[in-house]
């Protein structure tokens, strides 16, 4: 099998050269809201145009950081957050904190001194309900906490701040959920084959890699993601989803088929950019992307549904012309099924980290991200729109289809995002 390589997929689309970037090509002069509040939130899903927004997940996505500039609940579980605020901070800590401050250390053969510290995370469930009516799917599976491929843009450091840990931590502490398996066992007594969602005619989605990568580095020592797969194997009449960074997914085409064989599967593959450098210096430890590609093509050559995310969409630096239909042309070459892609989006923890990021790498482009993001967490509307015709017309240009789960909350119309599939197609129609 042929590896795709990001030049010779190119010159096989017949693109041009990608032009130099242009700082925020959209609505450039338009500065973001500079509070967090309920009504800035973009939609979590854009129906047919494939677009996501950023919003974030531990498990399933919080409530929004802050609100008329004040933390709100899930911003107030961390000490960081209270000390911003001048709350000193003195209870003991209590749930996941706890587990996480009393995790021992886990074994490892990594001998690298950059490699990240491993803990066993005594966690009470693998399968965990997401409540939250901005996500079109019931249940996440999180085979770990944090992540070693260190994406710069990361939403799900703030997970991290859940154990009274900084973001910073997040690809420096792995902790390896226990008992998966066992668990999981137990956790699908709860799983009902009638969603709500869809009037009792679908079964309940489970999403899998929604706040970590279940194909990072640490999967081939402690394995906690094929555990996981090899008990859903077990079971028919599922919907399930994963979605990776990593080539090591095709480790796994032999259970994905079993799965496959009796429920609804879909896998995702995200690439953002085919210029390696930039991909190293916005996902530090992540596969190259055209071994992402690579992993695309085996996994469609063995018969499985595959689709590209290009999540997310960074304003300034993959956003430039020609950019994401690059990506868009070599996911088709490659056999993806899908393709859909969002705008940044940055929690505070985020934050944190990427805007000095920005500083340091991309000095152009840092008075325009204080702008938009110091004080709010998505890029302003305009830009979003523009953004998500851009992705609905790249989707109609090769040819791409709705991924299957989304395809089915479109068709059943979910009740809670009923005015978010609404909106998207009045935008769609209007785009023409």
Not at 18 to 29: E, G, M, T, V
Not at 299 to 312: D, F, K, N, Q
Not at 370 to 382: C, I
Request: net charge positive; proline share 7%.
């Amino acid at each position: 099998m042929s590896r795709i390589s990001y030049n010779a997929t190119l010159a096989a689309v017949g693109r041009p050269s990608i032009s130099q970037a242009s700082l925020f090509p959209a609505c450039p002069d338009t500065p973001g809201p500079q509070v967090w509040t309920g009504a800035d939130l973009a939609p979590i899903a854009t129906g047919s145009s494939g677009s996501l927004s950023g919003c974030p997940s531990p498990d399933c996505p919080p409530a929004n950081s802050f609100v008329d500039g004040a933390p709100c609940q899930s911003a107030e579980r961390t000490r960081e957050a209270a000390a911003m605020f001048g709350v000193e901070v003195r209870q003991p800590l209590v749930g996941i904190a706890r587990l996480a401050a009393n995790s021992p250390a886990a074994e490892t053969k990594r001998s690298s001194a950059e490699r990240p510290e491993y803990f066993l995370l005594p966690v009470r469930s693998i399968l965990n309900r997401c409540d939250s009516k901005r996500v079109p799917f019931e249940w996440t599976i999180n085979p770990y906490r944090g992540c070693e491929f260190a994406c710069t843009y990361c939403y799900a450091r703030y997970t991290h701040e859940y154990m009274e840990l900084d973001g910073a931590e997040f690809e420096k502490k792995i902790f390896v959920k226990k008992d998966a398996a066992t668990l999981l066992v137990q956790d699908m007594r709860k799983y009902s084959f009638a969603s709500k969602s869809s009037g009792g005619v679908h079964p309940e989605h489970i999403a899998i890699g929604t706040a970590t990568d279940p194909y990072q580095p640490a999967e081939r020592e402690y394995g906690v993601t094929r555990a996981c797969l090899e008990e859903l194997a077990k079971r028919e009449g599922l919907s399930v989803s994963l979605i990776t960074k990593s080539n090591q997914i095709v480790r796994d085409i032999d259970l994905f088929k079993k799965i496959a064989e009796r429920s609804e599967l879909s896998l995702n593959i995200t690439i953002t950019t085919l210029r390696p450098r930039l991909a190293r210096l916005l996902e530090p430890r992540a596969p190259r992307p055209d071994l992402r590609l690579t992993a695309v093509q085996q996994l469609r050559e063995a018969g499985l549904a595959i689709g590209v995310s290009a999540c997310p969409l960074i304003p300034g630096m993959t956003d430039r012309e020609g950019e994401l239909e690059g990506v868009a042309a070599a996911a088709k070459k490659a056999g993806a099924m899908w393709f859909f892609s969002n705008v940044l989006f940055l929690m505070p923890s985020s934050a944190k980290q990427f805007l000095p990021f920005v500083r340091e790498k991309f000095p152009k482009l840092a008075k325009q991200y204080e702008r938009w993001y110091a004080k709010n967490g998505y890029a302003p509307y305009e830009y979003r729109r523009q953004m998500s015709q851009r992705v609905a017309k790249i989707r109609q240009e090769y040819g791409f289809v709705a991924r299957p789960w989304e395809e089915r909350t479109l068709k059943t119309k979910r009740p809670q995002l009923s005015l978010v599939w609404q909106a998207e197609e009045m935008a769609l129609r209007a785009a023409g």
